[in-house]
């Protein structure tokens, strides 16, 4: 529980165009007033983004959307009133509150309507929109810990309103709902399964053109390496890279008959648990100086859809 005196700071510095990094259900979140152009270029600033990506605007009522667009289609009532409070992004047209600093010049505003009772507090106590993108380096792993924000972030913070790890740990789901058709434009805590049978349509995923979070070919990636494997190739992999002489740390729900070079950090078999695990996980390989990170990614279905989403980012090329 956080002191109330903090919340109210936060609010104060929130007002005066501070940053607070505050905690969500999903990952740390880098929070700003929506609607203040210099406290939000320094989260850009801060995380090293760049400026034509956008941001997600957090509310503390699903009312409060209508805004921020200029149009709620049916859809986007029907997900809000399964969802919201929760791990559901919308994108959908903008509003003339939503500005060009907040969209990325984009005729589309990202909202969501946080389920995590500090992050709720505070959206309260301030009365309007916090843009919140992740509180940590552009690019690299999200924070699901305010130890995660200090080390990424550091002074260019006013605050960190630490409320312990995030009870999910992985990014919300975006769904474009700015055409007539619903797509996933990133995976997460929400299934598509959960979405078609709220909507009674299916809900692919695709990309529509719209830019939205955490959607580069490379998002996610810890400083080492990924590779994603099978359990069956695992052994065999690993040998050949500790031959080359790299740092191989392994990622798998109980990794088995590994060569005694590679470290094993083994993941929790629910998909819920590895999940949370995941992000801290990268994190403690990282600060341990491997090169290279075989992952073995669990199965695709439920949150595992948005895990291997993830990890399929976190291993692609960097720039």
């Not at 400026?51 to 409060?64: E, G, K, T």
């Not at 500790?242 to 094993?264: I, T």
């Not at 390989?285 to 439920?302: A, C």
Request: glycine share 8%; with cysteine.
């Amino acid at each position: 529980m956080i002191d109330p005196t903090l919340i109210a700071k936060a609010v104060d510095l929130l007002r005066l165009g501070g940053l607070v990094a505050l905690p969500t259900e999903t990952v740390y979140g880098l929070g700003a007033d929506a609607e203040n152009e210099l406290a939000v270029r320094r989260i850009f600033a801060a995380k090293g983004r760049p400026s034509s990506h956008p941001l997600i605007v957090h509310l503390a009522d699903a009312r409060l959307a209508a805004s921020w667009a200029r149009e709620l289609p049916r859809s986007a009532s029907q997900l809000a009133d399964a969802f919201w409070p929760g791990p559901l992004t919308m994108v959908l047209p903008r509003s003339g509150r939503a500005s060009d600093w907040i969209t990325g010049g984009q005729d589309t505003v990202a909202v969501r309507v946080p389920a995590h009772p500090v992050m709720r507090e505070v959206l309260t106590a301030f009365g309007g929109g916090i843009a919140a993108p992740s509180a940590n380096r552009f690019g690299r792993v999200s924070a699901t810990t305010a130890e995660h924000v200090r080390a990424d972030l550091g002074d260019s913070v006013d605050l960190i309103l630490d409320d312990g790890p995030c009870s999910i740990g992985i990014e919300s789901t975006i769904v474009d709902l700015a055409s007539d058709a619903p797509s996933v434009l990133r995976p997460g805590a929400i299934s598509r399964a959960e979405l078609e049978r709220v909507l009674g349509r299916e809900v692919p995923q695709r990309e529509s053109g719209i830019r939205a979070p955490g959607l580069m070919q490379s998002h996610y990636a810890p400083i080492a390496g990924v590779e994603l494997v099978t359990a069956g190739e695992l052994r065999t992999r690993a040998e050949a890279l500790l031959l080359s002489g790299r740092r191989v740390a392994v990622v798998a729900a109980n990794p088995l008959d590994l060569p005694r070079e590679a470290a094993a950090f083994s993941m929790p078999a629910d998909v819920t648990d590895f999940a949370r695990a995941l992000y801290a996980t990268f994190r403690e390989i990282d600060r341990k100086g491997f090169d290279l990170i075989l992952v073995v990614p669990p199965p695709d279905s439920g949150l595992g859809w948005a895990i291997r989403d993830r990890l399929i980012r976190a291993a692609s090329p960097r720039r």
